[in-house]
Every structure is written in C-alpha cells, then in structure tokens.
C-alpha cells in the first residue's frame, strides 16, 4: 500500500512498512541519488510559513512522517497497528532488513555526540552495515570538502541529521554532486532514535523505576502526546482559515 495524506495541504507520503523496506532496497540498487525525508512538526510549520522552503521539500522522492504528532488527526495508533510507516523508526527496520550484503553508510550530524550515538545505533540495527564515514556539521566549514570525502568513500546510504531548514536547503544543494546511492534526513525527529541510546542511570534502577523512565524518557510518552494535542491545534485552526478563505473567495 502507498499512498498519502495530506496536513495543512502538503502531501505525506503513507505506505506500510514492508513497502517501505522493499523500496529502500529497490533505490540501494539503482543509479539515482533518491532523496528520503522524515518530517518533522517543525519542518510543516515552516513549510506553511515559506513557499519557497515548501517547494524545496516537494522535490524529494519520498516525505514521510517522521513522528506520529504529524498523523494526531488520521488515527495513528490505527495505521501502526496496520504496520503502517508512522514515525522514522522504520528507518531502523529498513537497515533491519538490507537485502545487500556490506551496504556503507556515511553519517552527517549536528555534533560530535549525535554522530556518535546515530553510529551506535546504526551498527546495532544492522550489524553488517559498514561505517564509511561520519562528520560533526558546522556552518562555517568547506562544503566542497564535505563533498569529496563523502565522494572518495561512495557510500550506499548518506544519513543527514541537521537542524530543520540548513539540512533540507544542504540535501537541495549539494544533491547532484554526491555519489550515494540513498540519501535520508532525519534532522529534527532523531531524538526519538537517539532516546533509544540513553542508557537508564543506576539511581533510577535502585528504585526499580525504569518502566517509568522507559516510558518518560526512552518512549518519549509524555512528550509524543503534548506535541500531539498542540499539531492538531495548528491542523485545526489552518483548515478553518482555509474554509474561511474560501467562503470570502466564493461571495466575493
């Protein structure tokens, strides 16, 4: 199944999980650079805002949702249960799932911490991946440098994690001068992954409360639901200004 929604009139891309893996695959063997973004809240927030970042994300091969607060509206316990593509967990089960036997990743981050710990995560989701690579981002440095280091080492997978607008106007940019095969970007919903690196502090398993700091910390439970109720706000009140719009269009 693929198909999408759409929320505050941008188009999600929707598809099950298995779509998903067997497309990742599918793009890991042919010669195109595709380009994979997990959206984030703040990534439609500023889509709404600015016409021209909402036609740099349009240009991607796939946008999908990249935390469930994006679905609040399309019942998104419904399509997880469904084995829905829900959030970019299903990152991890793509690498999960790598039909190819020593794909490389090349991994771009914010800094040295969240490259460290997307390494981690990476080599224990897939075991065989091979680690070309990896590059604590500044603004200031020689992209031109970037570029031929990502080049000289031909990466399958080039994963970006850089803060919402730099990472998209990065991919946009620098996209027909890479040599990878797949590019995702999951700048502004890594944490829900990197949550998953957090080791529980001894403290709280000598009070024996690590179901609660699972799901307060490591599942983001309170969080997820806050961030929930405050999107379908904005949904809300962006699809009554549009009506509204519309009715003042249609009398006048």
Request: charge should be negative; aromatic fraction near 6%.
């Amino acid at each position: 199944m693929h198909a999408s929604v759409n929320v505050m009139d941008i188009d999600i891309d929707m598809m099950t999980n298995d779509v998903f893996i067997e497309k990742m695959n599918d793009y890991l063997t042919d010669d195109k650079l595709d380009v994979i973004l997990f959206a984030s809240t703040q990534l439609l927030d500023k889509a709404v805002a600015e016409e021209e970042y909402r036609q740099m994300i349009e240009q991607v091969d796939l946008l999908l949702p990249g935390e469930e607060a994006l679905l609040s509206a399309h019942h998104v316990d419904v399509l997880e249960a469904g084995g829905m593509v829900v959030s970019c967990k299903s990152f991890g089960m793509m690498l999960e799932n790598l039909q190819k036997e020593d794909q490389s990743i090349y991994i771009i981050g914010k800094n040295e911490n969240e490259v460290e710990l997307l390494n981690s995560w990476c080599k224990k989701m897939q075991p065989e991946l091979r680690l070309v690579g990896n590059c604590a981002y500044d603004p200031d440095m020689e992209d031109a440098a970037l570029i031929n280091e990502i080049n000289n080492h031909t990466p399958d997978i080039l994963l970006v994690d850089l803060e919402t607008g730099m990472q998209e106007q990065w991919i946009h940019d620098h996209v027909p001068l890479l040599h990878a095969r797949l590019c995702i970007a999951i700048g502004g919903v890594a944490g829900q992954i990197l949550a998953e690196e957090k080791e529980t502090p001894e403290w709280i398993k000598k009070l024996h409360l690590e179901s609660l700091y699972e799901k307060l910390v490591l599942e983001q439970t309170v969080q997820k639901d806050v961030q929930a109720r405050i999107f379908r706000k904005k949904v809300i009140q962006y699809n009554n200004q549009q009506e509204d719009q519309e009715n003042e269009d249609t009398k006048g």
